[in-house]
């Protein structure tokens, strides 16, 4: 239920109209920056008009939890999602109201607690691969372990989403970039440009939209082949879904969009977290002993199972924290679909509405020393004061990450099963600097050589 329209509060405050042009620079360039010092300089309601959007930006978790979860219903995903939709299409992270519905009651059970036990092996084994062919490169030059992480999450998302070995389609990681770039070209143009203006990264990705269809329709076919939609992993639920549709041309479309959908937030996401984990690893030696001493205790020299999750604690702590400080989903846009109400600020309908995980996640009221790296706060027996919803990196309400326990379970693999076996290190004088994408990622890529672990 939507709650009723209010328009009582007040206005809240924010650059002048005149300071336009600096804040279309800097959303161009540097977002991160743009959103926390408007959070520094105007406090936790802030009004940003520009050009001819006006922006309000929520950073507190009261303002948060009513935006994503109580007052859910009022607001629909908003700008860059509703953008990149022209990229992605109508899967479960962009679409809305019944389809949306439709499609997360087809998903979630295959995300489910049983489900993702299962799926302990496929990604402790596709750790073990990656494993072997980082140490295939010790001593040698740098690798780029971003590209290296990436291929890990598109490995384990084909294995447990599809039962499929996603690495038969070789260029499917690089379509997946350019589909990246043009839903990131969508958001910074609003879609002002249209798709046939032959600009370079439009090319590439009209070729990887065919890419990507090509591979969506041979992974359907096969599953046609041996049994259709009788098994119980995403795809066999997505093709029993998209049967129902009374238009196979819907269906189909559908059937591309989701796969697509959740193959991107999948991998990207993950891909990021463990970027930034080894990234702060390497900035933190005395944490990275810390998780190598739990791995070789817990698992001694074999792969992980699901029951060592809850005994590799540190390791899930030392996520946790990464994705406090870098989380990959860095912002959550919406768009009121009536007037509102936000902590007593008026919001009107039609509004674009920012909640931003990464300025929350450093908000100085509700986290000590906010940029320092201490795994050791999400100790989870130690007392927390915090509020819930100052901490967003699976955001929150109903279109909280579908994924969550996937992600989370592969990111705590990776971390112990590699810094169990070898000593990344990052090439010194490379800056690390974060790139606010779709997700959040490390410009250029992570560069580290490697070495055996001590
Ligand atoms: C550490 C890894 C991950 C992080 C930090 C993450 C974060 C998030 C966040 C913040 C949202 C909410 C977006 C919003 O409200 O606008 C989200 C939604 C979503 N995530 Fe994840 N995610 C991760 C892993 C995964 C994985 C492994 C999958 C599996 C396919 C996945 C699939 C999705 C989907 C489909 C949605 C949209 C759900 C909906 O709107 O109903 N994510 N994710």
Known sequence: ??????????????????????????????????????????????????????????????????????????????????????????????????????????????????????????????????????????????????????????????????????????????????????????????????????????????????????VVDRLAARRVEHG??????????????????????????????????????????????????FHLLDRHPEVKERVRAEARAVLGDRAPVFEDLHALRYTAMVVDEVVRLFPPVWILPRRAQADDDVGGWSVPAGADVLVCPYTLHRHPAFWDRPDRFDPDRFDPSAAHDRPRYAYLPFGAGPRFCVGSHLGLMEAVFTLAVVTRELDLRAVPDRPVVPEPMLSLRIRGGLAVTVHPAG
């Open 1 to 214: 239920m939507t709650r009723a329209a209010t328009r009582t509060g007040r206005t809240p405050p924010g650059p002048p109209r005149s300071a336009t042009p600096g804040l279309l620079r800097k959303l161009a360039g540097d977002r991160l920056a743009l959103m926390t010092s408007a959070a520094e300089q105007y406090g936790d309601a802030v009004r940003m008009a520009i050009g001819p959007k006006t922006l309000y930006f929520f950073n507190h978790p009261d303002h948060a939890k009513h935006v994503l979860a109580d007052n859910a219903a009022a607001y629909h995903k908003g700008i860059g999602l509703v953008h990149a939709r022209r990229a992605i299409g109508d899967g479960l992270l962009t679409s809305e109201g019944e389809l949306w519905r439709k499609q997360r009651r087809a998903t979630q059970p295959a995300f489910q607690h049983r489900r993702i036990a299962g799926q302990a092996g496929a990604v402790a084994e596709a750790a073990g691969r990656l494993v072997d062919r980082l140490r295939a490169g010790t001593g040698g030059p740098p690798v780029n372990l971003t590209d290296e992480v990436t291929g890990l999450t598109l490995d384990v998302l084909g294995r447990t989403l599809l039962s499929e070995d996603l690495s038969r389609f070789e260029h499917i990681g690089h379509s997946f970039e350019a589909v990246q770039d043009q839903a990131m070209f969508e958001m910074v143009t609003m879609s002002a440009v249209p798709m046939w203006v032959p600009l370079p990264h439009q090319l590439r990705f009209r070729r990887a939209r065919k890419e990507l269809r090509r």
């Open 228 to 277: 259709g939609a009788d098994g119980d992993d995403v795809l066999s639920r997505v093709l029993a879904s998209v049967a129902e549709e009374p238009d196979a041309a819907v269906g189909e479309r559908r059937l591309h969009d989701e796969l697509v959908t959740l193959l991107l937030a999948g991998h990207e996401t993950t891909a990021s977290t463990l970027g930034w984990a």
